[in-house]
C-alpha cells in the first residue's frame, strides 16, 4: 500500500508538501507529470496535472527518493507546490485515483521509519517531541535523544544482559557441569554493573519528563487572595476571571507559559475554605489535588489575613513559595505566623515586587532543570521498563546465588525485554499505536 498525505501545516501558506511513501511512488509521479521520474534527491520544476486529464493542478517542484535510502525506508517523494486549499485538495483527488494507495493515518511515515530499521522507537518519539516544543530546553532535549546517546545506553545495558543470559542458559542446557569460577564471578559483577547504572538513571528527578511536559506550577490558597490577578499578571493577558465575590474560581484554569526558555504549566485553583457548596467543595478537592501534584505551589495569602494556619500546615513546605498579596491595604505589621516563614510581600494591583515574584520562580525553575549529560528519561514508560527490569534484576541476583537457575534465567530474560523494549527491540506491537497516534498526519 502505497500512503500519502499532507507534511506541512494546514491553512494558507506560501508552500505546501504533500509526502508519498510506498510501492505506487514512481507511477504517482509518472501520471501526475506525464513524465519519467526525475533523478533521485534533485529539485525538479514540473507541470502536475490532474490524472487522466491535461488540467493542470500547479506547477512545483518534485523531490524523488527511491528506497531503502529515504526517510521509511521506502520509494518516497515530496510535491512542494503553493499552499492553497483548492491545490492541495486537488492533488490529494489526483492521488486517490492511483490503485493502492490511500491517506495516511497519523504518525504512519515514522511508524514505517521504524518498522524498516531506519530508526529506533526512542528517535521516533524525539520526533515527535521536537515537532511538538515550544520551548528552546524542549527542542535541545528532542535533539539530544535524536542524536542516540539515550539508545547507546539502553543497547549498551541490553547487551551486557544478553551476555549473562548466554552463560546462564548454558547452565541450564549442561547442569552437571559447573560455571567456571571466573564466568560466575563475571556474571554477578557485570549485574551489579547494571543494576547501579539503572539506579543511577532512575534517580533523574524526572528531569526529561517534566522537561517535555511542562513545569506545573499551582497558584492555590484562600478565597479572594488574588490567585486569579497573579495568574492574569504572569499570563500578561486576562486568562481568569477576578472578582471581589468569594469562590468566583471553581475550576481549575491553566495557561502554558514559556519562562525564560523553561516550558511552564501555571494553574489557577478555587480558594481553599469551608464551604457547603457541593459544586465549590469539588473545586477545592481539585486544587488540594493540583497542589499536591505541582512541581511548585504559589501560595497566595492576603497581607491582612487572619485565619491562615490551615493554609501553612497543608500547603506551605519546601516546594513552594510564600506570597503575601495585597501590601497596598496594610496599614499594621505582618502577623508573626506570617513574618516567621520566609515569604514575599506583593501587591498586585500596584505591581510592587512582581519583579522579585518572578525571579523567585526562575531561581527555583533553574534549581529543577539542572541537566546532566547523563541519559534522560523523557517518558513514563521509559521509567516503567526501567523499574520492572531493576526489579527482576534483584530477583535474578537473588535466585543466582540461590542456584535456582531456571527461575534466574526467566527473571534475566524479562529484564532483558524490559530493556529492549524502550528501544524497540523486543514486543512494541502494543505501544506502536499510542506512540505514533501523536504525531501529525504528514509525518
Not at 559447573?178 to 560466575?184: E, V
Not at 515569604?343 to 522579585?356: A, E, F, P, V
Not at 535466585?399 to 524479562?414: G, I, M, P, V
Request: hydrophobic share 40%.
Amino acid at each position: 500500500m502505497t500512503i500519502f498525505a499532507l507534511s506541512t501545516g494546514p491553512g494558507i501558506s506560501g508552500v505546501a508538501i504533500i509526502r508519498v511513501s510506498g510501492p505506487e511512488t514512481s507511477k504517482v509521479i509518472e501520471l501526475l507529470t506525464n513524465k519519467t521520474i526525475p533523478t533521485p534527491r534533485v529539485a525538479t520544476l514540473r507541470k502536475i496535472n490532474k490524472i487522466n486529464s491535461s488540467e493542470l493542478i500547479d506547477e512545483g517542484i518534485i523531490l524523488w527518493f527511491p528506497g531503502p535510502q529515504s526517510y521509511t525506508g521506502e520509494d518516497m517523494a515530496e510535491f512542494h507546490i503553493h499552499g492553497s486549499k483548492p491545490a492541495i485538495e486537488a492533488l490529494h483527488a489526483s492521488i486517490l485515483q492511483v490503485e493502492n494507495c490511500r491517506l495516511a493515518e497519523p504518525g504512519e511515515f515514522t511508524k514505517l521509519a521504524f518498522q524498516n530499521g531506519k530508526i529506533n522507537l526512542l528517535k521516533a518519539e524525539s520526533i515527535a517531541d521536537l515537532i511538538s516544543s515550544e520551548t528552546e530546553l524542549q527542542r535541545k532535549q528532542a535533539l539530544e535523544i535524536m542524536n542516540g546517546k539515550s539508545a547507546d545506553k539502553f543497547n549498551e545495558l541490553r547487551e551486557k544482559l544478553l551476555r549473562i543470559l548466554s552463560h546462564i542458559e548454558a547452565k541450564i542446557d549442561f547442569p552437571e557441569d559447573d560455571l567456571p569460577n571466573d564466568i560466575s564471578n563475571n556474571i554477578k559483577k557485570i549485574c551489579s554493573e547494571v543494576l547501579i547504572d539503572i539506579k543511577k538513571i532512575l534517580e533523574d528527578q524526572k528531569v526529561g519528563e517534566i522537561i517535555r511536559e511542562g513545569f506545573k506550577i499551582a497558584i492555590v490558597g484562600p478565597t479572594n487572595a488574588g490567585k486569579s490577578s497573579l495568574l492574569n499578571y504572569l499570563s500578561n493577558r486576562d486568562v481568569a476571571i477576578v472578582s471581589e465575590i468569594a469562590g468566583t474560581t471553581r475550576d481549575v484554569i491553566e495557561t502554558h507559559l514559556n519562562i525564560d526558555g523553561y516550558p511552564v504549566i501555571v494553574s489557577d485553583t478555587a480558594g481553599i475554605r469551608e464551604s457547603k457548596n457541593e459544586i465549590e467543595k469539588k473545586g477545592i478537592k481539585l486544587a488540594l489535588k493540583k497542589a499536591e501534584d505541582a512541581d511548585l505551589k504559589l501560595v497566595v495569602i492576603d497581607a491582612k489575613s487572619v485565619d491562615i494556619k490551615g493554609v501553612f500546615k497543608d500547603l506551605v513546605d519546601k516546594n513552594s513559595i510564600l506570597v503575601v498579596n495585597k501590601s497596598d491595604l496594610l496599614n499594621e505589621e505582618l502577623k508573626p505566623e506570617i513574618k516567621k516563614k520566609e515569604h514575599i510581600l506583593i501587591s498586585i494591583k500596584n505591581k510592587k515586587n512582581i519583579d522579585d515574584l518572578v525571579l523567585k520562580i526562575k531561581k527555583k525553575l533553574k534549581e529543577k532543570f539542572i541537566i546532566s549529560e547523563d541519559i534522560l528519561i523523557t517518558r513514563q514508560r521509559h521509567r516503567y521498563h526501567l523499574e520492572e527490569c531493576l526489579n527482576h534484576l534483584k530477583n535474578f541476583e537473588k535466585k543466582n546465588t540461590s542456584l535456582d537457575f531456571d527461575t534466574a534465567a526467566e527473571d534475566l530474560r524479562l529484564a532483558t525485554q524490559h530493556l529492549g523494549m524502550i528501544v524497540g527491540k523486543v514486543g512494541v506491537e502494543e505501544i506502536l499505536g499510542s506512540i505514533f497516534n501523536d504525531f501529525c498526519i504528514g509525518k
